[in-house]
């Protein structure tokens, strides 16, 4: 099993940037494929980035590409998410996940094991 906690999390103008961090336990983080995802208020949790555990593999959802970047350091147990050029609608509160099965990247079902999350505000 592996444990996650985020941080990071924070205030940012629009146009601003953030850096994301999850902090995994265990000894076993380069067999998981990790990913980020975030939810707002009102909406579904949706898709933002993700890693696969080899790291040859990165995707990224439609709405962050060329703004965010997902990199992950298999010797620290981490994965971090780079947020530049931030817009009001990237508020949210932003979740890690991990899994160790295979499966599709960019869906939730593909992760077991999620963080508390961070929040993410961003003002106009």
């Known amino acids: 099993q592996v444990q996650l906690v985020e941080s990071g999390g924070g205030v940012a103008q629009a146009g601003g940037s953030l850096r994301l961090s999850c902090a995994a336990s265990?000894?076993?983080?380069?067999?998981?494929?990790t990913g980020w995802f975030r939810q707002a208020p009102g909406k579904e949790r949706e898709f933002v980035a993700a890693v696969s555990r080899s790291s040859i593999t990165t995707a990224y959802a439609d709405s962050v590409k060329g703004r965010f970047t997902i990199s992950r350091d298999n010797a620290k147990n981490t994965v971090n998410l780079q947020m530049n050029g931030l817009k009001p609608e990237d508020a949210a509160v932003y979740y890690c996940?991990?899994?160790?099965?295979?499966?599709?990247?960019?869906?939730?079902?593909?992760?077991?094991?999620w963080g508390q999350g961070t929040p993410v505000t961003v003002s106009s």
């Open positions: 996940a991990a899994s160790r099965g295979f499966g599709v990247l960019t869906t939730t079902g593909h992760y077991g094991y």
């Open positions: 265990g000894r076993t983080f380069s067999t998981y494929d």
